[in-house]
């Protein structure tokens, strides 16, 4: 099979960095086009990127020398790239604009961005979860007068560890009433330069600028129905989160307490629960999407685990790991998940879903 | 006025440690006395110590000379202190009988240990919260058959952060229900060597041994009543935590949802709650002893506040500080607060216990 | 006495902070005037830096309401404040210009920056090692016509380690001719944000940008003789310095091996050396200078010693911790030297520096 | 090819667990037989291991329901295993004797342990640089009567970063003089539990005790000769060695400066040393041993490079890196070099001794 010649916009940021790591050897993408900031634009990408190179030791050999162009040029991305990865750091007003540029000349963008997740016409996709919701893509096009061109998005890093746990108990008939989350984020989740080593040594900072926001709100279009081609948001579970920075680079954990929306004797066991985890699979698994994991919940049961070093890399940082299932001793079940926010959680999240879409059709006849 | 001689059991270790360190200067008390294990008994202090010490650059120069006993030995404590502070650091069991045994021996025990803590006719004290629990000492004092030596201990550190705050509230009438806390803790609590550094460098552990458990049951022992010479748990709240060890020297952080035992229209509002904190003053305030906090609570108003580093250190290290108190999408509210875990939350605490205790007598005509 | 009332200028940055906490409580001089960028100006204090305060807790209470003016604008401070601290963060053409400014304005400056520091009429101060070089000022104001405005340096905090070392081995006749340095350098040395702590967990940076450059050649200025008015710089030693950052919060360590400038029967022996480094006084102890250290060289036996945790408070973070101190396979001995980077090394070397001054006279009648 | 069947003594220790988790997929061995103390033994490997298995996720399958032998039975091994890797935690006398042990049952080992490391006819192999050493195995069987069993180790993880540079010059007709190091060490050279986390937050160690002995001696034996069936050590380079510990979980780091052993005239320039370094292979590139890296040195030109966390899995982990080649302003050359102390340090570094033994026959008829 020819590979899809992608790009990647904002590709000299640190999520940049990653879908070009990434997709090294990926056996359907392959970059070839990289757009970033004026500032860079011209260079070669090796020479834009230079002693910022971020992710392990070197720059794939197959991009260093492309030319970085202008992002907001996208003339220049026509006959280049079929379709692009968004991972653009600008404001959101001009996020949106640039993406919806690209998707007018029929190039479909994946992003990495927050600016569009709130238009009911733009899945927001696990494919783990709602691989469904890209049928709203339809409406989406229709609506925008687009051909072959749209945007899809992934949600935020914070809910990735808890998202697939709980829509796997929702699934089974388990739904969730309320949950209380505390998180302990990786500093790669903020960029770099990002959180400053003042910061991060000998300390803790309790605070995310719109981390609790996000993770609060996503949550509900994520668990979503598709009504009348749009995404119609669920009604729960009701979530309230405390996020905090670590000196940690990634990984994100998560302490959860968690209520059902069941009478106390149809409530599951700890038992069921670790059961449906255990077994949970799904569209991604079904399709052998090349980014999948065989795996999309691990269940550890050490006492200590998971942990961000030692478990962040399960199912190549695309599995959730899960352990101290435990009783709440105020709502029902308590536990601590962990997800790799730089994998799952942004560039290979985002992989995944560009998977589910060429799986699906999306990507033909561009 | 001539200083109390006061002796430390378990003083090599790093809470021992910290007591000679916080004693340095105490205008009420002096280190005349240190007892350790076996294999430290016969050597110098500093010997004992050797590079093992870890508290600021030197061990003062009173101690350093004192020769170490074996804390097992009550006899060599007899007239060289007056009291003791126990940090020992043995199996549950030996700590209990050893601490019985200085009682008997009419040296009082103001312990660290959490062996006594729950006796229902020990105090396990907090001076700010229930300075009237030393009086079931005398029924302490009358079962065991002892004179003057009594044990009176201090709660473990990871609640201290949240206790005053909620007793403040509970005290003006704005009891609470139920309340959800996850801790991010400073590796310190663990002593020396403690956790090791290849689960510190890019990792958190989300869990220590026993700790829930002790935050979760305390709480109502320290809010108890003394009823009938012996303290009464309270009823409430019900606390559910999950307890993180962090990539932190000093200061265990809190973030804390609750839920007030109130109708709706009965909850205080946010400002309500921030005029009781900053507002909070009790008996070792008002009794002016040596190692209270002006205020024994800070309220701070920056978003990314309070940390570790920068907090820890409020009111000589004796001050809870809050911040990001705001509304709870679940609970009522929720916020974070830290507290200085080796000082307010082990030696510099047991400390202000034993000025409690002066300060009511319990020290007169030893 | 009455304090002499002073100037901050760049205020708002992290050495403008320390020196804003440093002068809280000084005997002689009181912060009465504070500039920054042209941003800041307009603002109180506390709203310029708002969150960024990242010294303790709190801003000093009597300079938190102060008025931030624009640093450029040098009318403003007559009148408000007798001479400055120069903590600047710009070009060092305009800081070099801005500082020549203030001086011809009858305003000294007592700079942080490296802008002045190869002036050769311009004294690059440490005060244990050569406060006489302030007789240059005399040939400085009359070179540039300044009436009583001058300008007055400190050097780089990295040589802050070993120069009173071997500055005390030299003056007792055992000069060095040639050492080869490593330093292990604190985050807080590049000012906030500073270091990205991407780069500062579980990871070294073996690259400081001109830090090894400064390192290897102000030393031989420091050490120089005063001729004709200005500064001619020493001969020797000869010295090549690997610098490199590690995630460290204060304190700068250096690995040292050093050759002696004489024939091996007349080396010093170890006891020599160590004798003569637990000896040296120079003129701020014998002047009783605020921020002396009691002791400018502490000389540890520990074999693990010095940390920078535990030892970079050392005389009030003033003084100098040598450990290790034994024979080099290679050269003729070997030690481990620490020094506060942002104390000693910065604010609080400025402050002695300024203290100099004073003491020598050149502060009165401004 | 059938796989070889090894043994890991001391197995369920931090190296011994490297071993097992390197050892999962390799083309020539499998493990098939762990030893450890008597409070191991009888136990499954996964059970012995419990919650602390430190690399990675999960223990391999193959080795978590091997049951732990005490590795003082050696009879236990015969007809379980045909040689065994040695990284047995004791005192040297008795890990000397236990490796005898195993040799004289015909069992050869490959050690990690510095107990033998001074035996003259014991090999201390780097295989880039002494493959020949293997020839005095003929000598030690013949010394002790042994038929087929022998024992060969590998050096200390500190010099390796330096040390197949420093060849690779000498081979080429430079020789080293002199030299002066410092290395900055990470935490997992200490095994677990290792440095505490108190030691390696907000602080650096000077110290880690007998490392700069092993550095200083053992680079004369790796570079030594064979002469009448034992090795002679090399006369030079002189090496003084700083070694500190600092947090880094991963990945030991030196600077380096060093003076050749030539005239002026005849020391080569900084791109002859590069292109050296660039070219240098050796027999286990030449032989393709399947742990080898395809470079055993890479140079990086960035000004900031190496760092531990970003190209300690140069070459799999098994190739050094080095950076920041420069003139010395004292000796001739400085640099930093970099490799990763648990593989090619300590784990991999004794697979691929195993491999080049394996490839000279001496696991033949075993």
Known sequence: MNKIPVGVLGATGMVGQRYIYLLKDHPWFEVTYVAASPRSAGKKYKDAVESRWLIGSDIPSGVADLMVEDASNIEAALGKCKFVFSA????????????????????????????????????????????????????????????????????????????????????KGYPIKRMIVTTMQATSGAGYPGVPSFDMIDNIVPYIGGEEEKTETEVLKILGKVEGGKIVNAQGPLVSAHCNRVPVIDGHTACVSLEFDLPDDKKPSLEQIEKIWTEFSAYP?????????????????????PQPRRDRENGKGMAVTIGRLRKCRVFDIRFVALSHNTKRGAAMG?????????????????
């Open 350 to 366: 985002g992989i995944l879903n560009a998977e589910l879409l060429k799986a699906k059709g999306f990507f033909d006849n561009l």
């Open 285 to 305: 698994q079904e399709a052998k999407l090349p980014s999948a994991p065989e795996h999309a919940i691990v269940v550890r049961h050490e006492e200590n685990r």
């Open 88 to 171: 653009l750091e600008m404001g959101k007003d001009e996020i949106k604009a640039l993406e919806a540029g690209y998707a007018a000349k029929n190039i479909p963008v994946v992003s990495n961005a927050s600016a569009n997740r709130w238009t009911d016409d733009v899945p927001m996709l696990i494919p783990e979860i709602n691989p469904d919701h890209v049928s709203v893509i339809a409406e989406q096009k229709k609506h925008h007068g687009w051909d072959k061109g749209f945007v899809a998005v992934k949600p935020n890093c914070s809910l990735q560890s808890y998202m697939a746990p709980i829509f796997a108990l929702t699934q």
